[in-house]
Structure formats: C-alpha cells, structure tokens
C-alpha cells in the first residue's frame, strides 16, 4: 500500500469491504438536518488533508449552498487525494476524514453549549470533534450571504407586518359596530326577585286601586284588570290592548331590532265585520289616517289583528312582505271567511289612502299548523299575545305551553312599567 504523503491515485488489487464517502470541509446544514453518525477514525484509518482555512471559506462560500459539500464515493480505493479547484489553495487546514460504522444519526442537539464543540455519542465513549467551530463560522457566513435566507426573512417580516395591520383595521372598523344579541334569548331572560315581588304586590293591591295609566292611548289598569294575568285566567282587551301598544312603542325605540309592523286593537275586527251588517269598510276607514299612524300600512311589512270569537282568542296578520293571509289558532282552527274580509279590506285600505289597486287574489292564505299549542281552557289570549311578540322580533314561534306561567308573570312586570322587553 502506498504512504499517505505519496499524491497520486493508487488502486490496490484488494477491493475494499465497506463503502466510504470522504467529505470536505462545508456548512452544517440548517432546520435541523442531521448528518449520519459518525465515528472519529483511528490512527491508521483516515487520511490528514490540510488547506488554507481562509482560503477554503472563501471558495466554498461563492458556490451555491447546494454545491459546497465534496462528496466522493470510495468502491475500490483504500484512500484517496481530494483535488481542489484552484491549484494555488494551500492545504494546511487539517480535515479529518471519517469511517462509516452505523447508520444512526449527529444531530446539532449533540452540540457542546460549553465549548462549541460537537459531541459524538457512542454506546460506551463520547469525543469531542473541535472543529465545529469552523462549521459554525461557514454556516454563519452563508446566512449573512445567501440572497435566498435573506428574502424569505424579509418575506416573513412583511407577511407579520400586514398581519399587524390588517388585526388594526379590524379593530378600528368595528369600534362603531354594534354588539350582537341573542335576540332568540331576549324572551326568556329571567325575572328578578324584584320585579317578581312588584307583580305579586300588585296582585293583592286594592281591587279598584288605578295601578297605570297609559296616556296616549287613554287606557287605565287597575287592579282588577291586571289580575287576569293570574294563572288560570282569561285575558281581557284592556291589558290585551295595552300590550299591543307598548309593542309598538318597542318597535319604535329600536327600529333596526323589530319588524315594521301595525297592531290593531281588540275591537277592531268586530268593527270590520259586524254580525248584522256584515262587512263595512266605512266604519274603520278613520282608524289608519296619516295625521292618527304617521304611515301608511302598506309600508309596513306585517300587520296583526286580534280575533275574538265568543271565549277564544285568535291571530289574523295580513303579511305584506310575503304577500300572503295567515291565521293563527291554538287550538289550529280554521277561518277562512276571516282571511277574505282582511284581504278585501287591505285592498281598500290601499285604494283610499294611497290611491293604489293592490290584487290579493294570487297572495296565499295560510292556516298555520307548526305552532305552539295549548291544552287547557285558559292560555289561548296569552298564546295569542307571543305570537305578535316573536313575530315582531322576526323569530319564529320557539315556545310551549309550559312558559306561559312565565309570560303572564313577564307579561304584567311590562305593564307595571309600561315598557315592553
């Protein structure tokens, strides 16, 4: 076998056992690449190259990342001489030559944080390779050069930037935003033992004692009225009809909240359609003047009609926006005769006061049937008061009969402080 010093290629005519790659001096790889491990080689096994340390970084740094690793593959060499590029490079920076012994794995966890150096750990010793220091330098120098690394950082700074910007636009647009509500929870929020104590008070008041009064509509409460809100009773129109007024003040306060709607009152229908005279426009025609409503009901997108029949409580809307009759009955009754006097008398509602011929007969009558029931004798007027309430609210009809106990009670706390939740 020929001596190390000896340069030039020598082929011995004994072929080599293992396979070996002979790696010159270059950067560690970054994101945590590892390397296969690898065992420092004894006396006798590796070759010494030396080179100028400068010289060498300054080569290998001006080549792409991907081409600054000598590889060469030993099949049936017992050992080899790396040749440089450049004739001129001296060789005096000691490289060590490594054996191949296993296939696990170096990683830069193995690094020494006491002294740079990087640790080799094998099953029964653990050696230092120093010139991990050297490693660590090209590796720095390649970051400070690479056009690569430095715009894929100023990358991630601008994404993080429009990142930040975008979180302070949002934050600015939605300072004038209002807050959502649950509105499905609006008519279910508990009592307060107050206003609990408040009802329960005006139950055992006085029975002729006034208890409010509402002056707009010139309607006083008293007592003895307020006390059909008492489980087991029948609704009667004063508190029906003040209800449905503060229903509409509601709508007033927070317009955007509520449904445009109109309420007409108890006796209305009754006044519409009389028993011996039959329909009659002209009795009714004053109840919906401009100077009275301050609009025209066919602005408004519902329009609900209390129906009293003898001892039960009824709903008729005429629904503009949908363009069709509904009736509404606890008990899913059906009138149609109802719907066609409400029909006719949109149509001439809109004639005289808006000078317009609306045509009714293609809009649907609908006689709803997935609605809260009742199972008693008594609920039917508070039945009737929830569905106005949740279609004014635009939700749909997400009751039982097992909150009515509450609604009574919710119902006369409203009354009592003549404002409608």
């Given at each position: 076998m020929a001596p190390p010093g000896?340069?030039?290629?020598?082929?011995?005519?004994?072929?080599?056992?293992?396979?070996?790659?002979?790696?010159?001096?270059?950067?560690?790889?970054?994101?945590?690449?590892?390397?296969?491990?690898?065992?420092?080689?004894?006396?006798?096994v590796g070759v010494l190259l030396t080179s100028d340390c400068n010289s060498l970084e300054r080569k290998k740094l001006d080549l792409p990342l991907d081409y600054?690793?000598?590889?060469?593959?030993?099949?049936?060499?017992?050992?080899?001489?790396?040749?440089?590029?450049?004739?001129?490079?001296?060789?005096?920076?000691?490289v060590v030559v490594e054996e191949v012994e296993s296939g696990k794995e170096v990683s830069l966890d193995d690094v020494n944080p006491k002294n740079g150096s990087?640790?080799?750990?094998?099953?029964?010793?653990?050696?230092?390779?120093?010139?991990?220091?050297a490693y660590r330098k090209a590796l720095k120098s390649a970051e400070n050069r690479t056009s690569k690394l430095k715009a894929r950082g100023f990358g991630d700074?601008?994404?993080?930037?429009?990142?930040?910007?975008?979180?302070?636009?949002?934050?600015?647009?939605?300072?004038?935003?209002?807050?959502?509500?649950?509105?499905?929870?609006?008519?279910?929020?508990?009592?307060?033992?107050e206003d609990v104590i408040a009802v329960k008070d005006a139950f055992s008041a006085n029975f002729h004692n006034i208890l409010v009064t509402h002056e707009n509509s010139n309607i006083d409460i008293t007592v003895e009225k307020l006390r059909c809100l008492k489980p087991g009773q029948w609704l009667n129109d004063e508190v029906i009809n003040l209800y449905l007024v503060l229903l509409k003040e509601r709508e007033a306060r927070e317009p955007k909240k509520f449904i445009k709607c109109h309420f007409f009152?108890?006796?209305?229908?009754?006044?519409?359609?009389?028993?011996?005279?039959?329909?009659?426009?002209?009795?009714?025609r004053r109840w919906t003047s401009m100077k009275k409503l301050g609009y025209h009901l066919i602005d408004c997108d519902k329009i609900f009609i209390p129906i009293h029949m003898n001892i039960h409580w009824t709903l008729a809307v005429i629904n503009i926006k949908e363009q069709k009759l509904q009736y509404l009955d606890s008990y899913k009754g059906r009138e149609p005769r109802i719907l066609d006097a409400l029909g006719r008398y949109f149509v001439d509602e809109v004639r005289d006061k808006n000078e317009v011929d609306v045509d009714v007969s293609q809009w649907r009558q609908e006689f709803v049937q997935d609605l809260p029931e009742q199972s008693n004798?008594?609920?039917?007027?508070?039945?009737?008061?929830?569905?106005?309430?949740?279609?004014?609210r635009g939700l749909d009809l997400c009751f039982t009969e097992e909150h009515m106990a509450y609604?009574?009670?919710?119902?006369a706390k409203e009354i009592l402080q003549l404002r409608a939740e």
């Open positions: 000896n340069h030039h290629r020598y082929y011995p005519e004994a072929k080599s056992p293992l396979r070996r790659q002979v790696h010159a001096p270059s950067p560690v790889r970054k994101f945590g690449l590892s390397c296969p491990r690898q065992v420092v080689s004894g006396n006798a600054r690793t000598e590889v060469i593959d030993v099949d049936e060499v017992d050992y080899v001489e790396v040749i440089s590029d450049d004739d001129e490079v001296d060789m005096d920076m000691d990087f640790m080799v750990v094998d099953d029964e010793a653990v050696t230092d390779v120093c010139s991990f220091e700074f601008l994404r993080e930037r429009c990142r930040g910007l975008l979180r302070s636009l949002r934050s600015f647009f939605r300072q004038d935003e209002e807050p959502v509500e649950d509105v499905r929870s609006e008519p279910f929020e508990p009592l307060s033992k009152n108890t006796f209305f229908f009754t006044k519409l359609v009389n028993s011996a005279t039959g329909y009659n426009y002209n009795a009714v004798g008594f609920d039917c007027g508070m039945f009737m008061l929830k569905y106005m309430d949740f279609y004014s609604f009574r009670v919710r119902t």
